[in-house]
């Protein structure tokens, strides 16, 4: 798609893009200051960035995905398993360390799995991820027999709902994997690889990109970002159950498209990510702060997604005519 | 699930059949059980009731869950399946209580007789009704925790999924229960989809605009757990009560985080509704609904609790079914 456009002309739409996001972010913020007198408060500010966090831990992994024009449909499903291994073995050993690994491990395995799947199998990344999403769902229902795992040590909780320096842990997870990973995809090779691969996987291959390496390593790097959100999600949530993934990779999904990610390939980035996270969270925020019932939830997260693509269409179709 | 080969259960038959000449019925009837999902530990609870009872009456059983929790389509090809099998009888758990009434039907054509367990079916013919009702769980435990607060205070209502017949009709007890003490004022009412981490999301976000919240009402365990989380995470202090009566809840309950539970004793469901079945294949007197009155497990009863599943004995039939 953007392969066409000029290489100017695709960074002012993505600044343009970019730009509308930023905008509706802060009429939401605005608009609900202005509604009720709770929500400008420092503690439902770091309330929002911790709810937010979460959702950004497993949409930042599935972003770089999404910019090779894949997509990992097994995100919530690789939480799910991550999770309840990784808890099964923090409660037989009792070290953090372990259970860390666990998860981390867990989850880069399950994307090495997809990583191959869409390369050497040639499978296509939705049905490939699909796949797998429901072999893992029965894996974790089988393992955890319908029982849940609770009770975790005050240091293993802290990574999930601890303070430092008066903020709360999963904010600077947050922080951290946006800088890194905002490195990794503007300023190193890989991540350049990466958008070129999204933007022509065949004119990347001519270039000389190692395109099934690249896209196995993306689909790890979105397994093991799962891994490690399913232990911020034990950590928060005191507890491991076989369905503790199952409502975790649709809104990852559409914090990624609101963020302004083309499915496409090739154009968006982990910042736009970020502001997707952020929008999704405060509608449910706000819904609640008003006390309105929060079943209209869905309906509003479906229409900010349609509307933030469809300006992105349009933004891109007008930048395009321009150049 | 666990099934002896068929020809054990012929020969064991025939065998008890010929002890048993000249008695009203012949052991070894086969009956097929389908509960909602394998992740809800309460399912887990009645499918182990169900071969527990059947086994004291020298019969067998066969399961059928749906592999993606509650769904409607795999339930209804599982129901075909069953009949193909030709089960003596059926001890059914709808997914959705309305949406299941051709699988009952279906069952009905088949002539395959059906008791119908814990979620009421809104048609087919049923040999028996066998449960607790959602509203008097709902009523009987937020009763138990209002009367704690002394009948003075702030609740919220955390509900389940927005349409689910138990999280209506739990809401419904919930209220009924709150009009019972005008001087407990609800603050909000706001669903979590019967999610942990939705739950707890909620509450952070209740308890920004709630700088007092004195008592918590959710329409099952994990959400109860998933408010309590909150609270902790706060520093802040409420009563909370859930819905399930969980193995988790229970432990809960043992350390003083949740208050109660209100149990809709899964336990007596799976053996009462599979002894149900056996005794109307054996032309034995069943009561066209057996509905037991709810029961709010608490720290001054949970200890029977604790006992593990399999090794509990199903009630007598006469000390539960009085007639």
Known sequence: MSGRLSRRAAA?????????????????????????????????????????????LIASGLTLVILTAGLDLSVGANVGLSACIAA???????????????????????????????????????????????????????????????????????????????LPVPIYLMFAFLFAGGAFTRYSVLGQEVYAIGANAEAARLSGVP???????????????????ALVYVARLNSAEADIGEALTLPALAAVLIGGTS?????????????????????LNGMNLLTINANWQPFITGVIVLLSVWIDMVTRQRAEARA | MKCSKPWVIAVSAAFAGSLAAGMAHADGEKIAVFTKNQTNPYFQTVRTATD?????????????????????????????????????????????????????????????????????????????????DDYSLGLGVARHMLKKMGGQGNVIIIEGVKGALS??????????????????????????????????????????????????????????????????????????????????????IKTGKLLASGDPNA????????????????????????????????STNYKSREIPENQRSCPKWEDVVKS
């Open chain 1, 12 to 56: 002012s739409a993505d600044v343009v893009a970019l730009g509308y996001r930023v905008l509706v972010l802060v009429v939401l913020v605005a608009g609900l200051a202005f509604a009720n007198d709770a929500f400008l408060t420092q503690s439902n500010l770091l309330n929002v960035l911790r709810q937010a966090s979460l959702v950004f």
């Open chain 1, 88 to 166: 099964t073995v923090m409660k037989a050993t009792g070290s953090v360390a372990l259970a860390f690994l666990a998860g981390f491990g867990v989850g880069a395995v399950i994307g090495l799995g997809n990583g191959l799947m869409v390369t050497f199998m040639r499978l296509p990344p939705f049905i490939a991820t699909y796949g797998t999403m429901w072999m893992l769902t029965g894996v974790t229902y089988w393992f955890m027999g319908g029982q849940t795992i609770h009770g975790f040590s005050p240091g293993f909780r802290s990574l999930g709902s601890g303070y430092l320096f008066g």
């Open chain 1, 211 to 229: 395109v099934r390496t690249r896209l196995v390593m993306v689909y790890i790097l979105s397994g093991a970002m799962a891994g490690i959100a």
């Open chain 1, 263 to 283: 499915l496409f390939g090739g154009v968006g980035s982990l910042s736009g990510t970020l502001v997707g996270a952020l929008i999704l969270t405060l509608v």
């Open chain 2, 52 to 132: 527990i009872a059947a086994k004291s009456m020298n019969a067998t059983t066969i399961h059928y869950v749906p592999t993606k929790p509650d769904s409607i389509p795999e339930q209804m090809s599982q129901i075909e399946d069953a009949i193909t099998k030709k089960p003596d009888a059926i001890v059914f758990i709808p997914v959705d209580f309305k949406a299941m009434v051709p699988g009952v039907n279906k069952m009905n054509a088949a002539n395959i007789p059906v008791v119908n367990v814990t979620d009421r079916s809104q048609g087919g013919n049923l040999v028996s009704f066998v449960g607790t």
């Open chain 2, 167 to 252: 999280s209506v009709e739990r809401v419904r007890g919930f209220q009924k229960a709150l009009a019972e003490f005008p001087g407990v004022k609800l603050l909000a009412s706001q669903p979590a989809n019967y999610q942990r981490l939705q739950a707890l999301q909620v509450m952070e976000n209740l308890m920004q605009s709630f700088p007092k919240i004195d008592g918590v009402l959710a329409a099952n365990d994990p959400m109860a757990l998933g408010a309590v989380e909150a609270l902790e995470g706060a520093n802040r202090k409420a009563l909370a009560v859930g819905i399930n009566g969980s193995r988790e809840a229970v432990e809960a």
């Open chain 2, 267 to 298: 336990f007596v469901q799976g053996c009462i509704g599979t002894m149900a079945a056996i005794r109307h294949l054996r032309k034995l007197s069943v009561p066209r609904e057996l509905v037991f009155p709810a029961d709010v497990v608490d």
